[in-house]
């Protein structure tokens, strides 16, 4: 069974704490966060204030997920916001074990991503350093895109790759893009340990049911 991130980029921005209690209720496994700076990709979103907030309000691990050039720039204050994972793009990291080592030297977790076109390979030798690879199932950037149906051979592949790491260094795989409760199970079947959901839950009339269904696909 997999756990479900809803995406708070898709929610009310002007009643956040209406939507995060809404993942409580749910049952929500923890909160995702796309920070996006309009350069790495052509949209723009939150920064640590927000992050801020939005930890005050809720207790659910945070992930955040940063679509910026420069990230290690940013990391200390993205930790000082609160964040439990902290997931960098490795297109955007010239030095990505030096990135994945300044996250953890601040105490929180590491996740790595990449664009849909990237490589698996180019990130084969990060993968035991890492907690979580969070697949992109959407271009990064944007809300409400449809899932791309070659995801579900990439997210087999990584799982593959994943063989060859020790269980005790193996990370979880989390997807991200076009997630809706109609894919849930062919996500996780491909390997899925972590779905998440933006447009998928908090378009829904009602969110707090859609998590609970999202928590018993198997």
Do not use: W, Y
């Amino acid at each position: 069974m997999a756990r479900i991130a809803p995406s708070i980029l898709s929610s009310d921005f002007a009643n956040l704490e209406g939507a995060l209690d809404l993942c409580r209720k749910g049952g929500a496994d923890q909160i995702h966060v796309d920070v996006m700076d309009g350069h790495f990709v052509p949209n723009l979103t939150i920064g640590p204030v927000v992050v801020k907030d939005i930890r005050k309000a809720t207790s659910l691990p945070l992930d955040v997920h940063l679509m910026i050039e420069n990230p290690e720039r940013f990391i200390p204050e993205f930790v000082k916001a609160g964040s439990d994972f902290i997931t960098v793009h490795a297109e955007t990291c010239p030095n990505l074990e030096e990135t994945i080592r300044l996250i953890k030297g601040h105490g929180v977790r590491a996740g790595i991503t990449l664009k849909p076109g990237t490589p698996l390979e180019s990130i084969a030798n990060d993968l035991s350093s890492v907690s979580l690879v969070l697949v992109m199932s959407v271009e990064p950037g944007f809300g409400e895109q449809e899932f791309i149906p070659g995801s579900l051979n990439r997210i087999e592949k990584l799982r593959e790759i994943l063989q060859g790491v020790s269980p005790k260094k193996r990370p979880e795989i989390s997807v991200d893009g076009g997630i809706k409760l109609q894919n849930a199970k062919a996500v996780i079947d491909a390997g899925a340990d972590i779905l998440v959901s933006g447009s998928g839950v908090f378009g829904t009339e009602d969110p707090v049911a859609t998590i609970k269904a999202f928590k018993e696909v198997k």
